[in-house]
């Protein structure tokens, strides 16, 4: 008689366990069903023309005498100053860096084996200038950049470099495209529910900025810190946005 009661609290115990559990399950179902999410990545793409050029000429002398090699650099420079500017540039457009003069030693070796000993000699001075314009008369600077070399007919020793290109809007245009890659997430994550009838697409959870690459025209070379091409005048710009949606 004593074990009824005992059996009861037994049944009562179990039937609590087997209510926590049916709870806890239908707990797990929600919430797995809550957190159902789907994860894109959207990109964008635009061809840009550079409105911005920057670009360095270098001229050097050597002489014997340290004045010589400086005289007649300040000769070479101030010929190719008034080049430029019968080229049509501007004076707040050129800037000439200030001038390095340098000692031109070579090394002679004397004797052979362990009684070789090393023995400096001044060959001279080196005297050297940049001339760097930047402006954002693109094409008048590519065709100086590439004629400025006539100088040296001139007797004037010039080294034309490389034009760099930059494209000053960058920063405004950046926000435009993150824009333009987040609509395209979001069209790929419509598509893809509605290619496999997977549900409806709910609000964005998230969304992360990638790295913007700043190719070459036609070119789709990518980074892990993005690339910014100074080396083109037209170049493509790709932006990509990873996100995440709810499924409803």
Known sequence: MKERPVLGMAA?????VLS????SRAWERVKTRDVRTIDVTG???RRIKSDLIVWTADIGTRAADRQDAY????????AAMVYLKTQALRDDEIRASSVSVNEIIETEYIGVGEQRIEHPI???FSANQSITVTSTRVDLVERVSREVTSLIEQGVPVASGAPQYFYTKLGELKIQMLAEASKDARLRAEKMLGSLAGGTLGKLKTADMGVINVNPANSS????DGNNDTTSLDKDIMTIVHTSYELQ
């Open 12 to 16: 009562i115990a179990l039937a609590l």
């Open 20 to 23: 926590t559990l049916t709870v």
């Open 71 to 78: 005289r007649q650099l300040h000769g070479h420079v101030g």
């Open 43 to 45: 990109s964008a793409k």
């Open 221 to 224: 070379a990518a980074a892990w």
């Open 122 to 124: 001044s060959r001279g």
